[in-house]
Structures are given as structure tokens and as C-alpha cells.
């Protein structure tokens, strides 16, 4: 054996010597747990990173590829229940672009590619089938992009065309649509496929649609459009506009009052109805020359009773004689100005607004209530004369809530001190005890090298007495000392142990203090 390496074997086996068979089986199971978690990091390091490669698979589908990926050894894994196929993030495009060679995946729907099939022997229902099948498809394929759909079905229900029918039938819809964990459709998305499907079919209005969820909800009836299980768009509308309201109050009544002094709701009527409204007229400008103008003229001059004249006619002779009379009418068409006046009515208009003010009664003494109902109805847009109005109040408030929570946090953070100061005061009691430790042993392995260096002095005398007789009382005195010496040595050697590597030690020795406990 080497010499470099004879020293550090006997000092570890007198090491092992000296420790206990307990010690001995908790070292090893420390360094089995050490090796097996080098090993697990190793691996944990070394594995690729997965990227999808595709989501939301039929089950057709993922069969097809997890057999193309077998084919070509490239290492994969499943996910949501076998919808989502993982492969190492540098492979995610040349598998995406090799599948794609392969027609994976082929899907359930192939939309309008189902009309390239169709052959020359096809018939008038085989026709009108598949072309209600490819609606369906991109119908479905279309509301698959919506963020939050996992998928779709779509069901369309076409009516007959009949020559003599005096009112078509409408065409209707339903649509199942399965939904994401934690995602719940707002109205405005609930219309949103509701006019998507309705706006693809011709003939077909938004109220034909039926929309529900995977868990049988109905979020949107035919006829009714969208439910509560969707939310309504016209209150959280009004809602929205409420606590902007509320906002603006807020901010005043905390500068005034203080935070947490004073508490405003606000209530909006809104008015959802649209109207259109068309008025139309006329104004003549004075001056303004006429478009057209005629001028009629007329005259008769005779004897006798005139046969026939204008009732009320000037110049016209009663009875015999001669007669005449003199006509003359002019006609004017003047311009005039035409106004057309068309309102649309944007649904959303403020009917009513009701405020309410609560005040601490603490702190509202000092505070003239007057003041606060005209600033809070400035901060909101009140009306009076459009029936709004405010209220408000003093009152006692309820702290106990607050003062309970307070008193919770303030003993949480004391909880948190001391145990931060145990467990500080925990460690330096382990440090000291430590460094005591180490100090004791190194002393006494001082200690005990000088003896052993003078008993090892006179160790050549021993043995040579040794040889001469064994049964000499005094040699046998001298074998004691020369015992003693040799585990002096031993604990010299741990000395040193303890000097070169005192971090191993300390480990050591709080794994012995713990098997002791």
C-alpha cells in the first residue's frame, strides 16, 4: 500500500473503532441518503425539459401519435388525462412539422375538407349533410379558439325549403361548450358565441341559439338570452358605473373624515332600453329668391251680362250694357330650409341615483353634514330634478372586528420575535457547546501527546526489559503506562482530526447527541 495513503486509512479505521455500532449504521444510512440523492439530482438535471406538443387530442389522435413517437424512439409523456402529448422542448418543432406530413392529428371535425370528398354519384341529402356537417365542424373549430374552451360541439338544425310555404321556418343552433377548470363565460362572451354562430348561418338571429356548458348549465336559452349562470352584462355594467361613483365619494369622505371613518354606497338605475328618434323641419329665410314663379292674366270687355267671371271679380257690369273685367294671379315657389334630425338613444342612460353616507359618530361632530351631502353629490353628478337623492347619517361604528384582527396580527408578530429569538439563542447554544467541545478535546490531546511522547521515549528500555523476562511486576507496570500511551495516541490522532477538519467533527457529534435522545 502506498504510504501516502497508510495514514489516512489507519486514522479512519481507529475512527471506526472507536464509535458505536448505532453510530456506525446512522453514518451509513447518511451516506445511502446522500448517494441516492446525488443520483436523483443527477437525473433530475439531466432530464430534458417538455414542452406540449399537442393539446386537447381525441383519443383517436393521441394513439396515432404516441405510435408515431415509439416508431422513431423519441421519448414522450401524457398529460390531462391523455389529451396532451409532452416531448423534449428541442424536438417540439420537427415533431410538430413530421406529424404534420402524416395528417396528425386528423381531428373529429375536418370543417368544409368533408366537401372534397364528394363524387359525382353524390346525392341532393348527401349533400345537404355534409355541408351541414362542415358548418359544424368550423363552427366548432372556430369557438375551440376562444381562450377558456377546451372544446366544442355544435348542432345546427337547417329547415326544409318549401316553394309553397307562405313564412319560412328560421334555422336554429345549440351549442355545448366544455369549459376549462375555474372558467366561468361573461355575458358579453356568452354573446359573443351566440352572434359568432348566429352571423355563420344565414337566416339565423342571435335569440335562436342555445348555449350550455359541460356540467349541463344552460348560459344562454333560445328565445332568452343570456342567463344568470353567465352573468347579466347590463348589472355589472351597472355595477362598474356604481363604483366608479362610490370611488370618487370615498376619496373625498377619507380626506375629510379620515380612512375608515366614513362608509358612502351608491345605487344606479340605469336605463337599457334604445331609442331612435327622426324629426323633421322647415324654415323660409326672408329674401331668398324663389325656386319658380308664374304669372296668369286675364281680361274681357262686351256687351250685355257677362256669361261668366270671378265671384267677387272687380270691373264686372250688372245687367245690360257693356261689361268688362281685368284678372291677374301670380304663383311663387319659394326655397325653404329642411332640417332632418335622427337621435339614437345609447342604451346605458342614468335614471336614478340614490346615495347613502355613514359617518363614525366619533368624528362626525365636527363635521357639518350639510357640507358632506353637497360635496358627495358633486363627487356623483346628483340631480335633484331627475329624482335622485342622498342620505346622510352619524352613527356608532362597530370596531370590535378591527380591534380583533389588530390584537391578532400584534400577537402573530410577537409569536414570530420569540420564536426567532429561541431559535437563535437554540443555535448559539449549539455553536458554543460546539466550540466548547472542540476546545476540551483539543486540550486534553495536548495534553496527553506530550505524556505519550515521554512514555515513547522510553519505550526501547521496555521492550529490551520485555525480552529479559515477562514476568517482572515492573515490566508489567511499564505495560500498563505503555497501554495508556498507546490511547493517548489514539485521542492525539482525534486531536488532530478535530483541528484539520472541525466541521466533520461537529456533524459527527450532533449525530451522536441525536441517537442519544
Known amino acids: ?36 440523492g446525488g443520483v436523483f439530482f443527477t437525473r433530475w438535471i439531466t432530464a430534458p425539459t417538455l414542452s406540449p406538443l399537442f393539446s386537447n387530442l381525441a383519443s383517436t389522435d393521441a394513439s396515432a401519435i404516441v405510435e408515431e413517437l415509439n416508431a422513431e424512439g423519441v421519448p414522450y409523456e401524457l398529460a390531462d388525462g391523455g389529451q396532451t402529448v409532452m ?3 428541442d424536438k417540439v418543432y420537427d415533431m410538430r412539422l413530421a406529424m404534420s406530413g402524416k395528417g396528425l392529428p386528423a381531428g373529429n371535425e375536418t370543417g368544409y375538407s368533408l366537401l372534397d370528398e364528394q363524387g359525382i354519384t353524390t346525392s341532393e341529402f348527401q349533400q345537404q349533410v355534409s355541408y351541414q ?16 374552451v377546451r372544446s366544442a360541439v355544435v348542432h345546427v338544425a337547417l329547415p326544409k325549403e318549401d316553394v309553397f310555404a307562405t313564412e319560412d321556418d328560421q334555422p336554429t343552433a345549440s351549442v355545448l361548450l366544455d369549459l376549462a377548470p375555474g372558467t366561468n363565460l361573461r355575458g358579453e362572451q356568452i354573446q359573443a358565441v351566440t352572434h359568432l354562430v348566429s352571423s355563420s348561418i344565414e337566416g339565423m338571429s342571435p335569440d335562436s341559439v342555445t348555449v350550455a356548458d359541460s356540467t349541463g348549465a344552460v348560459l344562454s336559452a333560445a328565445g332568452g338570452g343570456a342567463t344568470g349562470a353567465a352573468g347579466d352584462a347590463q348589472s355589472e355594467q351597472e355595477q ?9 365619494a370615498q376619496q373625498i369622505l377619507d380626506r375629510v373624515a379620515g380612512p375608515g371613518n366614513a362608509v358612502v354606497s351608491v345605487r344606479a338605475d340605469l336605463d337599457f332600453s334604445q331609442r331612435d328618434t327622426t324629426t323633421e323641419s322647415y324654415q323660409y329665410n326672408e329674401g331668398t329668391p324663389a325656386l319658380s314663379e308664374s304669372t296668369t292674366t286675364e281680361s274681357y270687355t262686351g256687351t250685355g251680362t257677362a256669361v261668366g267671371g270671378v265671384l267677387g271679380a272687380e270691373d264686372v257690369a250688372a245687367g245690360g250694357g257693356e261689361s268688362a273685367y281685368d284678372k291677374e294671379s301670380t304663383t311663387s315657389n319659394n326655397a325653404v330650409d329642411k332640417t ?39 363627487a356623483v353628478g346628483l340631480d335633484v330634478a331627475r329624482g335622485d337623492a342622498i342620505t346622510v347619517a352619524a352613527m356608532a361604528f362597530d370596531t370590535t372586528a378591527a380591534e380583533q ?24 447554544g449549539i455553536a458554543l457547546g460546539i466550540a ?49 500511551a498507546q490511547r493517548e495516541r489514539v485521542r492525539g490522532e482525534i486531536s488532530e482530526m ?17 441517537d442519544a435522545k
Open 1 to 36: 500500500m502506498p504510504a501516502a495513503l497508510a495514514g489516512p486509512l489507519e486514522r479512519i479505521r481507529t475512527t471506526l473503532s472507536t464509535i458505536s455500532l448505532g453510530q456506525k449504521i446512522v453514518i451509513g444510512l447518511l451516506l445511502a441518503g446522500l448517494l441516492l
Open 87 to 89: 416531448v423534449a422542448q
Open 133 to 148: 356537417r362542415a358548418l359544424e365542424g368550423e363552427l366548432s373549430n372556430t369557438l375551440k379558439a376562444l381562450d377558456g
Open 240 to 248: 362598474a358605473y356604481e363604483g366608479r361613483l362610490a370611488a370618487n
Open 340 to 378: 332632418v334630425e335622427t337621435i339614437a338613444g345609447a342604451p346605458g342612460a342614468v335614471e336614478r341615483l340614490t346615495v347613502s353616507v355613514v359617518m363614525d359618530d366619533a368624528t362626525a361632530g365636527a363635521l357639518d353634514q350639510a357640507t358632506i351631502q353637497d360635496l358627495v353629490g358633486n
Open 405 to 428: 384582527a389588530a390584537a391578532d396580527l400584534a400577537a402573530a408578530r410577537e409569536a414570530e420575535k420569540t420564536a426567532q429569538m429561541w431559535s437563535m439563542i437554540k443555535t448559539g
Open 436 to 484: 466548547l467541545l472542540v476546545l476540551i478535546v483539543w486540550l486534553r490531546s495536548r495534553r496527553n501527546r506530550e505524556e505519550y511522547e515521554e512514555l515513547e521515549e522510553e519505550e526501547p528500555e521496555y521492550e529490551r526489559i520485555q525480552v529479559e523476562s515477562v514476568r517482572d511486576p515492573e515490566l508489567d507496570d511499564r505495560a500498563a503506562q505503555l497501554a495508556v
Open 498 to 514: 478535530v483541528s484539520d477538519r472541525p466541521d466533520e467533527v461537529a456533524t459527527m457529534l450532533r449525530g451522536w447527541f441525536a
